[in-house]
């Protein structure tokens, strides 16, 4: 059994410690929280299981660490503050452990990260002898091992366009909705998630990762933004008013280049109303779904619609995400010390899960 702790636990430290919960070969030892009115409430508890699980959570990571977990499941929010997520990650790999997460961005694609970030990356492995893989849905899964899988099926590729198509009202998240992305903001405001070189940083690794794998070379990586104001006031279950005349909706596309032409592309569709940007593209239902068209001969389009937390789509989005991290571990501690990416952990079936009750 893995000894398992998870760090975080909003939206996809939820889902985190559900999938440790529910995986046959890991046990959740550690919950650590960064709220101290967390402290103290059981794992159960803080991820809505039903029943308890007798790990208490935590402020303090120092204790936490000193047990030397065999895996941490970075699940902290790195949108905002990237340094002390690294820091983070960084303490639990000197103690030895793999760790996985979704808050380094610049690590999806660690190959092309920034020296500097993985000179430290890779010094903590060496000091632990821990590993790490970075990865998400969205970048993640979605446009990179799900694109690959199916562009395999195809005889001639044209290209390859990976869309997330969501409704961000279903988003817990406020801040990073009102502010990061920009919905509610009057149309003079920049949203930092949209400001220019930002989505090619974000989403940038996930089509070179794709390139890598295609055998392709890219002339370079562009983006274009969008976005559109809302018509009318718009009042959302979750998080209230956003008024008429305000970003209701953005699009942006992270294209890769290749002789001339973007053959691989991510795309984001973005809204708070289903009102806004009707022309955009759509999910075909509900709040939101992930898509993979490869353009060619056969042209093949596949949607993934996800759910969870009771029926909600961004909830589906973070279990699929904490579902990819968590069942790579079992690769990962088995696999040498080092910095993966998704290219080299396999997604594999859930061995010895079929049938077994939730957890």
């Avoid at 790195?78 to 997460?101: C, F, M, Q, Y």
């Avoid at 694609?109 to 010094?123: I, K, Y």
């Avoid at 790490?132 to 099926?153: C, K, M, T």
Wanted: negative net charge; contains cysteine.
């Amino acid at each position: 059994m893995v000894t398992t702790v998870v760090w975080g636990t909003g939206n996809m430290g939820r889902a985190a410690i559900r999938a440790v919960e529910a995986h046959p070969g890991m046990t959740l030892t550690g919950v650590l929280v960064n709220d101290p009115v967390k402290a103290g409430r059981d794992a159960g508890d803080l991820a809505a299981l039903g029943h308890e699980v007798g790990v208490a959570a935590t402020t303090d990571v120092d204790a936490v660490l000193a047990t030397s977990p065999g895996a941490v499941v970075y699940t902290a929010s790195g949108d905002l503050r990237p340094d002390e997520a690294l820091s983070d990650v960084i303490r639990a790999l000197r103690k030895g452990a793999v760790v996985v997460t979704p808050s380094l961005y610049a690590l999806y694609d660690q190959r092309n990260a920034p020296p500097e970030l993985r000179a430290q990356v890779l010094a903590a492995i060496s000091e632990g002898g821990g590993s790490l893989f970075a990865s998400g849905v969205d970048p993640g899964w979605g446009n990179d091992v799900l694109p690959l899988l199916i562009s395999g099926l195809g005889s001639v590729i044209d290209a390859v366009r990976c869309q997330e198509i969501f409704d961000y009202s279903t988003y817990d998240q406020p801040d990073s909705v009102r502010y990061l992305v920009g919905m509610g903001q009057p149309m003079n405001y920049e949203p930092p998630m949209l400001a220019p070189t930002v989505p090619s940083m974000v989403w940038g690794g996930q089509v070179r990762l794709m390139a890598r794998a295609l055998g392709v070379e890219l002339d370079e990586i562009r983006e274009s933004v969008e976005r559109r104001p809302l018509e009318a006031t718009v009042t959302t279950p979750k998080m209230g008013e956003f008024a008429a005349g305000t970003q209701g909706a953005a699009r942006f596309e992270v294209q890769g280049v290749v002789e001339g032409e973007p053959r691989i592309v991510v795309e984001h569709v973005t809204r708070i109303h289903p009102s806004c940007a009707p022309d955009w593209p759509s999910p075909p239902s509900g709040d939101g779904a992930h898509r993979v068209i490869i353009e060619g001969r056969p042209r093949i389009e596949v949607t993934v619609e996800a759910t969870d937390e009771d029926g909600n789509r961004s909830a589906g989005g973070n279990a699929t995400a904490a579902g990819r991290l968590v069942n790579a571990i079992d690769w990962l501690v088995t696999a040498e010390p080092g910095l993966y990416d998704a290219l080299d952990v396999p997604l594999r079936p859930p061995t010895s899960r079929l049938g077994r009750k939730h957890p």
